[in-house]
């Protein structure tokens, strides 16, 4: 089993829609969990950070679920501009400073 | 301010060369890390380093290598180059390498190996 693991995508949403990703991990002595989004030949960027208690950032919510070892986004009323490859990513801890990509999910929103 | 950069932006090389990577860290931080990003997939963390010394090493042959300088900045070093080495090689840095800080990336450099 992956790490971390991704929805295969790719999805395609019209503008407007209500999307969720879903991300899994292995490891649950993992202590830090992020969303990132990579535009085409770009380099990662931050989406937010996700907490046990759930996170609202504008049209975007993060949540996660330790017991089930489970990240989520939702993006609601999808614009053209958020199409993108979303990565999950997880901090596993035990000293070993390393942050874990998800393999990404890719998301084309159509006018 | 500038944000993190990485030169050069595109190479090739040929299969058993060597080559070095820089990466110049946002102003103030103290942490850069390396990743590899192959076509398709996520980035896969190849080292960690802070105020000089390793911090990280990822599941990544002995033929790379890497240091941090005095000011912060970073090479990274891969010899005797393989196909499979072709990818987009990936500088972030952060000002303390936090678990639960911000990491900003360069634009990364995208080596081609033939």
């Known amino acids: 089993r992956k790490e971390v693991e991704q929805d295969p995508g790719p999805f395609n949403v019209p503008e407007g829609a209500t999307v969720a990703f879903n991300c899994t991990y292995s490891n649950s002595a993992s202590q830090s969990f992020f969303w990132y989004r990579q535009d085409c030949r770009k380099e990662p960027k931050l989406l937010m950070s996700?907490?046990?208690s759930g996170n609202e950032d504008g049209r975007f919510t993060a949540q996660l679920n330790r017991a089930s070892q489970y990240i989520s986004l939702l993006i609601r009323d999808s614009k053209l501009s958020d199409s993108a490859t979303y990565l999950c990513v997880v901090y596993s801890g035990a000293g070993s400073y390393q942050l874990t990509f998800g393999k990404g999910t890719k998301l084309s929103v159509i006018p | 301010d500038a944000g993190v950069t990485q030169s050069p932006t595109h190479l090739i090389k040929t299969r058993g060369q060597q080559v070095t990577l820089r990466c110049s860290p946002i102003?103030?931080?103290?942490?850069v890390s390396w990743y590899q990003q192959v076509l398709g997939q996520g980035p896969q963390f190849i080292f960690q380093?802070?105020?000089?010394?390793?911090?990280g090493r990822g599941n990544f042959p002995d033929r790379f290598s890497a240091r941090q300088f005095p000011n912060y900045s970073s090479e990274l070093n891969v010899n005797a180059l393989l196909l499979g080495d072709s990818a987009l090689y990936l500088c972030?840095?952060?000002?303390?390498?936090?678990?639960?800080?911000?990491?900003?990336f360069g634009s990364g450099t995208q080596l081609s190996v033939l």
């Open positions: 102003s103030g931080h103290k942490s």
């Open positions: 996700v907490y046990s």
């Open positions: 380093y802070y105020e000089k010394e390793e911090r």
């Open positions: 972030a840095s952060s000002v303390q390498g936090a678990t639960n800080e911000k990491l900003f």
